[in-house]
């Protein structure tokens, strides 16, 4: 019979890794299993946007303390992500928008954002490169971004280094329960664990299937595009009153564009097919916001994978009806408050009282679904 672990992670994304990471450090024997290598879907192809002005106002609290952990992260993660806190834009170019704009920021103000309404004037000097037709711009001092693609590297070594038995290029193929715990199925044999910890992203429905429980999750193919390298011409991160926009420039000089504009995918094929007409779209907006783009090229476009609840609120905590068995995901701008989730999802599984509550998912199981497993 294979070694039990305490824990055993399915899912190697921002959300699995920081679950296995805080767990082994408060003293479990965890093992983390994960079907490619360590964020490699979406918390590796994500905009890496550390913003608060496109979190969900449920989430802000989180979402501040998620930030705050970015900011901290070579203390924590003990690697670096290549993490940059600057001032963030979200712009309102309508009088649709503007009301937009005014409607969403002071929500997320009283949920404790420290989001400013400003003129066009005061936005142009808080960011020399927008371009002209701003009306309203909220205005966030906690913003930021990091450089997602560092994201799996930097927990690789933080998760070896806490000494988390990791099992990458190791696909999970099914879920038994059994006396004591879990069986996690692969192809190289069975791994054990006393608790079991879901974090497959878009994939935690079909995960949650081999458990019984019926958990919907929705796939959202979000594209972004990238300049080639050209002169600074923006200085803070820039969204829009509807969501539709991400923009960023990198030290190293090119520009991540995005915004939720949707490409073609399935969960089985993955992000596979990019919409030219949408993403010239967010292209447009993008020059629009910040004219200098114009001069740049794009150096390359790709899709990645998000996962959505039906109400649009995380997946993150005890599994109803199977007693130490948890799932951890479908957070909005998940990378953003991802580590902050699992950080207190650990907490509950290290038998500590979790700061915030968590976000558990009776609400959106049919009723008595799980709970007779
Ligand atoms: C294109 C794009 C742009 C985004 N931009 C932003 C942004 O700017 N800011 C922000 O805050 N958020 C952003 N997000 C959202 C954010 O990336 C996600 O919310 C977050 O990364 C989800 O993390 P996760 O760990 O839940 O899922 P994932 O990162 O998808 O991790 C799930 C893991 O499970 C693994 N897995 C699947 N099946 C199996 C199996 N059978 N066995 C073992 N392992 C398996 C997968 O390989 C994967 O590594 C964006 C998302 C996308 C797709």
Redesign the pocket.
Known sequence: MSARHDLVV????????TVALMAARGGLKVAL???????????????????LQ??RVALIPYALRAHAMWADAPNWLGHDVGVVVCDGLSLAFTEREEELLSYRAGKRREAGAPIELIGANAAREVEPGLGDGVRLAGHCKVDG?AN?YLTGLAFHRALTDAGVTLMEH????GIEREEGGFAVQ?AQGPVRGKRLVI??????E??MAWLGVPLPIKV?????AVTERQRPVMRTVIGIASGLL?LKQYPHGTTVI?G?WQGVGDRERG?VALMPERLIGNVRLACHAIPALKEARLARA??????ETADALPAVGPIPGIPDAYV???????????PYL?RLLADLILEREPALPLFPIDRLLPPQAGRAA
């Open positions: 399915v899912g190697g994304g921002i959300h699995g890794c299993v994960e079907r490619g290598a360590l964020c490699r879907e979406a918390s590796g192809v994500n905009a890496g946007t550390l913003t496109m979190t971004y997602a190791r696909a999970a193929t692969t974090a497959g992203g878009v994939w935690i079909p995960m959202l193919v979000n594209q972004l991400s995005g939720g992000g790709w899709a990645g994978l998000e996962a951890c995901g479908s957070v909005h701008s998940g990378y953003t408050s991802g699992a």
